[in-house]
Nanobody, 124 residues
Framework: VQLQASGGGLVQAGGSLRLSCAAS??????????MGWSRQAPGKEREFVAV????????YYADSVKGRFTITRDNAKNMVYLQMDSLKPEDTAVYYC????????????????WGQGTLVTVSS
């Protein structure tokens, strides 16, 4: 399984960004793998952000982003998205896409597969 994340950039506080992650590989199926996002700020450990169950229909968020971020997926395209609204400077981090057949592994930041990361910088 390969994951390719994109969509990061520089945005002012209060603004929005949409991250995308494309999944590929012979064994990957949107109905087999949960997908999600984690982030790592400079000098900090990687932390869970959001996860969506295999096939979609159920999402779970970190308290720090709940109500501001929305995770969705397009099963036909093997894509997962993270819509980030009302961004804050503390959201600045490298964001990593993740995939695992067990949703809990994404929540505890130990998924089987990681993407390469995309940098989000929120200026105050």
């Amino acid at each position: 399984v390969q994951l390719q994340a994109s969509g990061g950039g520089l945005v002012q506080a209060g603004g929005s960004l949409r991250l995308s992650c494309a999944a590929s590989g012979r064994t990957f199926s949107s109905y087999t793998y949960a997908m999600g996002w984690s982030r790592q700020a400079p000098g900090k450990e990687r932390e869970f952000v959001a996860v969506i169950k295999r096939g979609g229909g159920s999402e779970y968020y970190a308290d720090s982003v709940k109500g501001r971020f929305t995770i969705t997926r397009d099963n036909a395209k093997n894509m997962v998205y993270l819509q980030m609204d009302s961004l804050k400077p503390e959201d600045t981090a490298v964001y990593y896409c993740a995939a695992d057949q067990v949703q809990h592994n994404i929540v505890v930041v130990t998924p089987d597969y990681w993407g390469q990361g995309t940098l989000v910088t929120v200026s105050s």
